[in-house]
């Protein structure tokens, strides 16, 4: 690859034809091979992201095991410990906080600020959670929103009744 700043053990360790890439930290990026135009800082962050060149483009990933588990998802941005650790190919994504889409995978143009905003998400698209917390309750099993879309949950717990819904709000 070219233009490519690695940084630490196996930091864009297959990276071959990817290009404008900065990967900081211990296995940062470590299987984008073709993937370009990313920002992935902390240990493990963006780890898996495709090999494939028409995905894994834009993403920005800062903080430990931050989109650890993305291989076809494009233009995320996720900034937090863990943040959206196991999302696969959901796109568009903004989450900042500790643990922000815990559980999101495939879901899409969601943005979600605050401590564990958005926890149990997966696979709702365009959702809005801002707040400790918010679209969720982490501390009760599966409780908040999972599927639902086009929701907004502002506040502390704000919305951790959502699921299945479109176009609530609380």
Request: with cysteine.
């Amino acid at each position: 690859g070219s233009y490519n700043t690695n940084l630490g053990y196996q930091a864009g360790y297959l990276t071959n034809t990817g290009y404008s890439n900065v990967m900081i930290g211990y296995g940062a990026g470590k299987f984008a091979t073709t993937s370009y135009e990313n920002t992935i800082v902390g240990a493990v962050a963006g780890r898996n992201i495709s090999n494939v060149s028409t995905f894994g483009q834009g993403e920005t990933f800062i903080g430990y095991n931050s989109g650890n588990a993305i291989t076809t998802g494009t233009f995320n941005t996720l900034v937090g410990h863990q943040s959206g650790k196991i999302i696969t190919t959901g796109g568009s994504n903004t989450g900042v906080g500790r643990a922000v889409f815990n559980d999101l995978t495939t879901g899409g143009y969601n943005t979600g600020i605050g401590h564990a905003a958005g926890y149990y998400l997966d696979t709702g698209i365009g959702n809005l959670c801002l707040g400790n917390s918010a679209c969720s309750n982490p501390d009760t099993l599966g409780a908040g929103n999972i599927t639902g879309s086009y929701n907004a949950g502002i506040g502390e717990y704000a919305g951790a009744t959502m699921d299945g819904l479109t176009n609530a709000w609380a």
